[in-house]
């Protein structure tokens, strides 16, 4: 059994501390009472960390175990639920040993994108509830299966869509006032967010001791390590991994997933998707830009990546603009009392976690539930899909394929490939 200090102090030794970390786990003492909701914390970087932090002034929720593949941010984690809970948690490299903690009843993942399906199917197959971060998955197949996951096991998803539920409930008023039709019928929506994924083209380094590479790479390629995808030591920034299409769908689906969901959520669209995937023009030299690719949706309402950061709903009586610093309408009685009598109201949450940490004891539906968050990142998938083929493509939402005459072009590109032993089942 090795505590927080046996670690800490191995940790100062390059050639102990990997013999340490592949030994099953940082054994703490913490038990889950019967009345407390045990959970674990998989993913100790910046989003990790903050996500713990309210966890852990809670009085009916309790960090038993955590897990990440740098040890130095194991010992991090270890210390700040200590000084907390007064005793150490459990801790592991390998994420599959911790869902066989007794007292673990639930998960937070906030590792890289390229990760999360693998790890919550198979924490849902364990039967454990699960706050996943957003982008919920990398591919449309990849959602779907974690959405068959956690309807066969009967646990509670929530994604970590955050803006439906926090940043002064901005973005719960306008979506609102658009269903409720202020802006009248509504014609389409501007999204302004970043850029597509690019390939990574980082050189390789050596992997320092105490981290295991070849987990954090999981599904993705075979490469070196690199500190710019996986910082060495406890960071305070929001690494680089994001910007690369082998771990993510690049800054577009990094801020999209935030951004695109508050569309979606305005359309009254959690159940569906686009039915086009219309590219901008390729330049005069034949690249494809990297800006002004729309969806278009059934009903005529079309998305466009462009415009002012933030999202803009443009409606037949005029628009309203929201992102996390602000509201605007271009009548602002548009925004005013925006929950009339018989019309559609949207429920105020304390915080995206405590609407989580609710349904799990009481059966509700999250606001951003399974469901909600593989539709909102198959927008931003088939997006990028659309950027990459270079092609106006056609989709079937409900099938969730391409159709038409080029639907090969963009079927072929729904799934990428797969290291050996990181299959995500069902997909």
């Known amino acids: 059994m090795i505590t927080r200090r046996t670690a800490a102090k191995a940790a100062a030794t390059a050639t102990a501390f990997p013999w340490i970390m592949t030994r099953g786990g940082l054994a703490g003492t913490s038990t889950s009472a019967n009345d407390t909701l045990g959970i674990g914390v998989i993913g100790f970087g910046i989003r990790g960390r ?5 966890l852990l002034e809670r009085s009916d929720t309790r960090i038993v175990g955590v897990c990440d593949v740098a040890g130095p941010r194991l010992v991090n984690a270890m210390r700040m639920v200590e000084e907390k809970q007064g005793e150490p948690c459990a801790a592991w490299l390998d994420f599959e040993e911790m869902l066989d903690h007794p007292s673990l009843d639930a998960v937070i993942i906030a590792t890289p994108d390229h990760q999360h399906a693998f790890e919550a199917v198979h924490a849902a197959n364990a039967g454990k509830h699960i706050y996943c971060e957003k982008p919920q998955t990398l591919t449309v197949p990849e959602g779907r299966a974690i ?56 050189p390789d380094e050596e992997t320092p001791a105490g981290y295991d590479w070849n987990r954090w790479l999981g599904q993705s390629p075979l490469r070196g390590f690199h ?7 406890v960071h305070g920034h929001y690494p680089a991994w994001r910007r690369y299409r082998e771990y993510c769908n690049g800054p577009f689906a990094d801020f999209g997933a935030h951004h695109y969901d508050i569309a979606q959520w305005g359309m009254n669209a959690d159940h569906t998707g686009p039915t086009r995937i219309i590219v901008p023009a390729r330049s005069a030299d034949g690249t494809m830009p990297k800006r002004g690719l729309v969806l278009e949706y059934a009903d005529g309402v079309k998305v466009n990546h462009g415009g002012r950061n933030g999202i803009t709903f443009h409606g037949s009586d005029g628009h309203i603009w929201v992102d996390r610093g602000g509201l ?63 092609e106006s493509l056609t989709w079937d939402p409900q099938a969730e394929r391409f159709e038409g005459d080029n639907a090969s072009v963009g079927n072929a590109r729904l799934s990428r490939p797969v290291r050996d032993g990181w299959q995500v089942q069902g997909t």
């Open 50 to 54: 903050n996500l713990t932090r309210p």
């Open 147 to 202: 959405c068959d996951a956690v309807a066969r096991n009967n646990v509670t998803f929530q994604t970590g869509s955050q803006q439906r539920s926090e940043y002064g409930h901005k973005f719960a008023t306008a979506v609102e006032a658009v269903r409720n039709q202020r802006i009248g019928r509504l014609t389409h929506i501007d999204v302004g967010i970043g850029d597509p994924p690019v390939p990574c083209d980082l």
């Open 227 to 233: 500190h710019e995808l996986c910082p060495v030591g």
């Open 328 to 390: 605007e309408a271009s009548d602002e009685a548009m925004l005013k009392d925006p929950r009339g009598t018989g019309e559609i109201a949207i429920p105020r949450h304390r915080s995206h976690l405590d609407d989580w940490i609710n349904c799990i004891k009481t059966g509700g539906t999250p606001v951003a539930n399974e469901e909600v968050g593989h539709r909102t990142a198959s927008m931003n998938e088939l997006a990028v899909i659309g950027y990459e083929a270079g």
